[in-house]
């Protein structure tokens, strides 16, 4: 596969393309265009990815100035710290058995979130999720209180940290930053280099980001949405 194109919904389209094969950004925008179901087109990448750019521009894209964007970071994992927590706090991988739970404390962390069991079950049936990498902190109740998964891309040696989040009753005790270390150590024990995260900046508030300032991570690019017209 060298290009691909998805449009989750209307008007707007997600599309990665081989960087040996620039032509086919052209192709994928025309695709987008002819099933297009609104007259406002917009497509979000990231301000690395030149040869994206420079396709857009040319089918009349122009960038658009928005009130958040995705900051890109990464970080080594060869100096990892050790996790550190509160007497009787436990990090761990999480299980089937353990669903309750781990549904409980993303809802907790995510108040507007809509996952359900079922859905959650499709995620840990999808490739490549690991239950090895689906790390929680466990308070000394038996609560969850903080949550990590990554998303392993063995092919690069590179782990996505998605999603991660605490239950709003165990903020400012450092479990955001201890089950994110746990999980990293995991994701180093299964053979990665690399750890990317993609946290939003904006909406007047820098969001995840000191997290992971904190943890090591270092920007390397962000997103920008571009828009046309179409016809």
């Known amino acids: 596969m060298v290009a691909w194109g ?23 925008l025309d695709w987008f265009a002819s099933v297009a179901t609104v007259p406002k087109l917009t497509v979000t990448v990231t301000d690395t990815q030149k040869y994206v750019i420079t396709a857009l521009e040319e089918h009349g894209y122009a960038p658009t100035e928005g009130k958040s964007y995705f900051s890109y970071q990464t970080r080594e994992l060869a100096d990892l710290p050790e996790p550190l927590l509160p007497n009787g706090f436990t990090a761990r991988p999480s ?107 904006g909406h007047g508030h820098p969001g995840a980001i000191p997290l992971y300032e904190d943890l090591g991570f270092r920007p390397y690019a962000r997103s920008i949405t571009y828009t046309a017209t179409a016809g």
């Open 6 to 28: 998805w449009v989750p919904r209307r008007g707007h389209l997600e599309l990665l393309v081989d960087p040996a094969r620039p032509d086919l950004v052209g192709t994928v």
């Open 95 to 201: 299980t089937e058995a353990d669903l309750d739970r781990r549904l409980a404390v993303h809802h907790a962390a995510w108040s507007n979130s809509t996952f359900t069991e079922a859905h959650y079950r499709d995620v840990m049936a999808a490739w490549p999720y690991r239950t090895d990498l689906d790390w929680i902190i466990e308070t000394p109740d038996g609560d969850f209180a903080a949550n990590c998964l990554i998303w392993l891309d063995d092919h690069n040696r590179v782990g996505l940290l998605e999603p991660v989040g605490t239950d709003p009753r165990f903020r400012r005790q450092g479990l955001g930053r201890a089950v994110c270390l746990a999980a990293m150590h995991a994701l180093r024990a299964a053979g990665a280099d690399r750890a990317v995260v993609y946290p939003t900046f």
